[in-house]
């Protein structure tokens, strides 16, 4: 730790203790202590930690063709561009390694289509308050949070922030200057919200009359997240543009963005490009992951767990009035405060449980979608003792 500290740049507030190995949905540290993950990497290790599927494909691909550059074509890359198209609203899939890289893609490419088809004027996205985008400079420009914008100034131009989960409120900020929206189905680090079950079918509405593209932030609602394999899918409509990362590779870092073909066609050779972007070892982590999700019923059993966590988190909540409300979908649970989050994490992680905590008031529970009914009664337990005499 006090290597980390000496050699390492200070942007994270880190709780001391040295991770060093997982299994499903336990990890353990330097110190052989055992804890029950209920962040998993930020939403990110969906099947848990050292699942075969995904370490058998990492191995078996590292050993094989780990780069190449996409001046080459990699039978990896296709393979998974075919299941992310044929699963969802998209037909073409372009590749990155992280979910601001994502989109920054989607940001480009929006701007690029508006200025092909809809004017050069036409480069102005609205984005919403409490949202969270990434942290390159075009992504923390569309994140309508100041804290994670302050000292970073200039920002890029062409943003607008408007109220999430209120259709007027968009209808309202469309100017002559406006070529699309980007939202998350659920909003994440601003809190797990939820919006109302027919507030994306309405962007899509408004988005249509007004000739607008609708962009999907899925980073961290996708991959089965929220008990689908998108979380869009609970609409009933489509988005233009969706970006994915976190969970794509189950801890491989990897991000993708997807569009429509009309979409799409706006890149051209050398319009956007990554080094890493999409490579062979990259790929197989995600086609893994993929399958195995898709393959086994993960998101029908999540479904279940994840209604069983929030039952019993109501249960909490009745017995102790630090709990003012429990929200979520699938296995993107949160719990409001009425005070600081930060010591129940503690306390949590003292007992042997990792979680973490949102916009400091806001309990985040993103655990693998792998977890029995018996690690959320361990979790609830743990949560239980944690909150006892707040
Ligand atoms: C985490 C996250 C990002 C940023 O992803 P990175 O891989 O950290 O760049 C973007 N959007 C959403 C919704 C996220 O949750």
Redesign the pocket.
């Known amino acids: 730790m006090s290597l980390t500290d000496a050699n390492i740049m200070n942007t994270y507030r880190r709780t001391p203790i040295a991770l060093v190995r997982g299994q499903g949905a336990r990890v353990w540290d330097a110190g052989g202590r055992q804890y029950l993950d209920f962040l998993a990497g930020?939403a990110v290790c969906n099947l848990g930690h050292a699942h075969p599927a995904v370490v058998d494909a990492v191995r078996r691909q590292a050993g094989e063709l780990m780069h190449v550059s996409n001046l080459y074509y990699t039978n990896p890359q296709a393979e998974v561009a075919r299941i992310l198209v044929e699963r969802s609203f998209a037909d073409k899939a372009f590749f990155c390694n992280?979910?601001?890289?994502a989109?920054e893609a989607a940001i480009k490419l929006a701007r690029k289509y508006a200025h092909e088809n809809l004017g050069p004027d036409k480069y102005e996205l609205i984005t919403m308050k409490d949202s969270?985008?990434?942290?390159t400079m075009a992504?923390i420009t569309a994140t309508g949070q100041e804290k994670f914008q302050f000292g970073f100034t200039p920002l890029l131009d062409g943003f607008r922030y408007i109220p999430f989960n209120n259709p007027e409120a968009l209808e309202a900020a469309i100017t002559p200057r406006t070529c699309g929206v980007m939202l998350?189905p659920i909003q994440?680090?601003g809190g797990v919200i939820i919006p109302d079950d027919d507030y994306l079918a309405r962007v899509r509405e408004i988005c249509d009359r007004h000739k607008i593209l609708m962009i999907v932030?899925e980073?961290?609602t996708g991959i089965g997240r929220t008990g689908k394999l998108f979380a869009y899918e609970y609409s009933g409509v489509k988005p233009d543009i969706m970006t994915l990362?976190?969970a794509l590779g189950n801890g491989f870092p990897v991000?993708a963005m997807l569009a429509t073909n009309e979409i799409a066609r706006a890149f051209s050779p050398g319009n956007h490009a990554s080094t890493f972007g999409g490579n062979p070892l990259a790929m197989a982590a995600v086609q893994a992951t993929l399958e195995t999700i898709l393959g086994q019923d993960i998101l029908g059993r999540s479904l279940e767990t994840g209604a069983y966590f929030r039952q019993h988190l109501e249960r909490l909540k009745a017995k102790h009035s630090m709990i003012t409300d429990v929200r979520g979908k699938g296995l993107m649970i949160a719990c409001a405060l009425t005070g600081d989050g930060a010591p129940i994490v503690s306390a949590c992680q003292e007992r042997g449980l990792l979680i973490n905590c949102t916009g400091g008031k806001t309990l985040r529970f993103v655990p693998p979608l792998i977890i029995t009914k018996n690690d959320v009664d361990e979790a609830v337990s743990i949560l239980d003792a944690a909150l006892e005499g707040r």
């Open positions: 930020i992280s979910g601001a890289e989109n969270f985008h990434g942290r992504t998350e994440g680090e932030d980073v961290q990362a976190k991000g």
